[in-house]
């Protein structure tokens, strides 16, 4: 897994702590102030650090300390190279520490506004501190400005997000601003969204967004008990309807565990009958961090007793319009006619794959596993994909060209199982 922060040596503090890492001919470009550039000059050392001091940019990135009479701060021992790459948003503090707080690379960026948070879930993979973190917030606004143009989606989560109120309203403006064409997934749990005259605030704060809000009963007992709020289920469900009056995007997402799991068709009807109106709703497996760790024998159950409900469930909401789609989840636990609903969701950073994937059938489409999720946390259900998926009789390979006979004798033919679950995964959300 690739760290998020290392070390490295400052020769002197820069003025702005986060700073955008680019290599000189894109600094060059002009995209980004050249006072908040970090110039990455690793594979590149032969360039006079006088004329980038003159120019104005905000410090160089170096595997070398020698920067002669120049007076720009040299960035340089980092303990781990491979944590900072071209394109990132780094915080430099004055020891020297650095941490990513946007990465290029990725599939996915969050941005993290606040550690706290009104519910105390079961499962909470980010446990919740009552610190006061509002410096969150100024340094999201720093940041935002230094993030890609072209970055498809962010998130905002905490904590829970909407305890800022209008600081968070600040944020999402700022990402409308700057990132005209991102879209923005707002994670919360949409309890004080109940507030009519929050959620018309923050509704209106910015464009392309997408809230995401966990619901986990179709009862008040069971989402309560989960949360650990009494009175949870009501604000949730009066914080969603405000947000479909205002027509805005709103996804449900369903954390599956031994809590959540033994209504799920009867959840699923739920939502078509009391929320039709959400754009998306998510079958998110379970991340074996924070809470969820120390509540494991409360949560744990094999996907394979809840297999045959979900995807139940799951068609139920397809069938009826509902983009629906299950995240976290390896292919081999579930049943195979489900396959083109289950995304690659876990991010990179966090995405690990077993022994037993190595000669599956449909390893590149399958989102594989958490790496924090040991071996007490895996399915008695992972084996190779391959008697599931129709074998080319010419080439005894799975891409198929010279029949469809697949489907035919009940198995998926591989190019239609990757032609299906490619539409699903560029189904756009909204
Ligand atoms: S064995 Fe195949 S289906 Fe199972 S987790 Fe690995 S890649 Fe996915």
Known sequence: MLALHTHSAVTTAPRHKTLKVLR?????????????????????????????????????LSDTVDGGTATIPIIHALHNQDVVAPGDVVRIRDQGQISVLYRRKANANALFITERCNSYC?????????????????????????????VPHL?????????????LAQVMACVGTHLPNTQLNVLTN??????????????????????????YADTAGRHDYVVQAEGAFSETINGLYNL??????????????????????????????????VAHVAFMGLEPMGFAKVNRDLLYVDPLEYRDALEAAAWYLHDRGIVTSIYNTPWCVLPPDIWPLARK???????????????????????????????????????PMNEEVCTCPRTG??????????????????QELQRRHSAHCQTPRP
């Open 345 to 383: 969701s876990i991010s990179d950073w966090k995405n690990m794959y077993v022994s037993e994937c190595e000669n599956c059938a449909v390893r590149e489409m399958c989102g594989g596993f958490f790496r924090s999720a040991g071996s007490n946390w895996r399915s008695r259900g992972i084996r």
């Open 397 to 414: 390979e799975n891409t198929c060209v010279t029949c469809s006979g697949g489907q035919a004798r009940g198995l998926w033919c591989f």
């Open 244 to 277: 479909a009056e205002h027509k805005a995007a709103i996804e449900i997402r369903i954390v599956l565990h031994r809590q959540t799991i033994e209504r799920l068709l009867p959840f699923a009807e739920f939502i078509w009958r009391t929320i039709p109106v």
């Open 122 to 150: 079961l499962m909470c993979s980010q446990p919740p501190r009552d610190d006061n973190d509002d410096w969150r917030v100024d340094e999201l606004l720093d940041l935002v400005p230094l993030i890609d143009r072209d």
């Open 190 to 215: 949409a309890r004080r969204l109940a507030n009519p005259a929050l959620a018309d605030k923050l509704t209106g704060a910015s464009q392309r967004v997408l809230w995401a809000v966990p619901l």
């Open 24 to 60: 000189l001919g894109e600094a060059l470009e002009g995209e980004f102030p050249f006072e908040r550039i970090l110039v990455d000059l690793r594979e590149n050392a032969q360039v006079d650090l006088g004329q980038l001091a003159d120019m104005g940019f905000g410090a160089v």
């Open 155 to 167: 998130a905002i989560t905490g904590g829970e997000p909407t305890l800022l109120g209008s600081r």
